[in-house]
Structures are given as structure tokens and as C-alpha cells.
């Protein structure tokens, strides 16, 4: 029986997506994602908690979020845990948990009611049906043939 091991995220990327190759040949995007925590302290403020994590997305999915996810796009990330563990030259051993995607849910930038300043990305238009569904496939892996081949029902 597999034990249950799944995460569930939903923040703004902070930084643009880092892609690789691997020596494989298969494509590594890691994005940089901050989630905020609003609580109540015990001297009953409201208080801010801002946690950062990196998160891998690999193949179809590295190559989608390489190209849609801007620095300022907001994101809900299914995903699960990977601990990696290795020795250094003095051979101490280190371990590192990650959080590898498993599906990523692209979320429209707000429009604010305060002008955006140089380093904060303006709300951008609203994508088209047409263009969900390019998104869509694309996430899911099919051809530019298949995805002309369909027509949008919705």
C-alpha cells in the first residue's frame, strides 16, 4: 500500500522559472513560489507569514511553465515531496526535500487599484478560448495537429 504523500500550493511566482536539460534529455523548470499566511497573533494582530519554495516541474509541464509563468503569475500547484540524500567529500550526509508538480493551475494577474510599479507585472488580457485550450493541450502533450483537429466545445 502507498502511503499518502501530496501537497497542494497556491502562491505567486516571486522570480522568472529557471529551465534545463537534464542529461537525459528531458526538460527541468523549477519555479520559485512564495505563499502567503495571514493568522492572528496572540496578542489577537493580524500577522503576515511568507514562506518560500522551489518546486520542479518536469517534461510537458516544465516546458509549459517555462512559457506561462511569468514572475507575477499567480499558480495552484498539486505536487508531492522527494527527499534527496547524498554524502559530501568529508562524508556527511545531507538530505533536501523538494516539491516536485504534478499539475500546475495558471491563475489571470489581478488588476490593481494602486499604479504598478516597475517590478510588478500589469493584469494582462484575458485568454481566449481558443488560447485555454492551446494552453490546455500543450500542458497534456498533444500536437499542434490534434489540437487543430478538435473543436472547443464550451
Known sequence: MNALNQII???????????????????????????????????????????????????????VCAKWCPKGRGVRIVGRLKQNRWKDEDGKSHSRVKIIAEHIEFK?????????????????????????????????GATRQELDAVEPVF
Open 108 to 140: 489571470p494577474f489581478q488588476k490593481k487599484a494602486e499604479p504598478a510599479d516597475a517590478d510588478t507585472p500589469e493584469a494582462e488580457p484575458a485568454l481566449t478560448k481558443k488560447q485555454k485550450l492551446a494552453m490546455l493541450a500543450e500542458a497534456a
Open 9 to 63: 500550493l497556491e502562491g505567486n511566482i516571486v522570480r522568472q522559472p529557471e529551465r534545463k536539460e537534464m542529461p537525459s534529455g528531458n526538460a527541468v523548470c523549477t519555479l520559485p513560489v512564495a505563499v502567503n499566511r495571514r493568522y492572528k497573533s496572540q496578542g489577537g494582530e493580524l500577522t503576515d507569514e511568507v514562506s518560500y519554495f522551489d518546486v520542479d516541474a518536469y517534461g510537458n509541464l516544465a516546458e
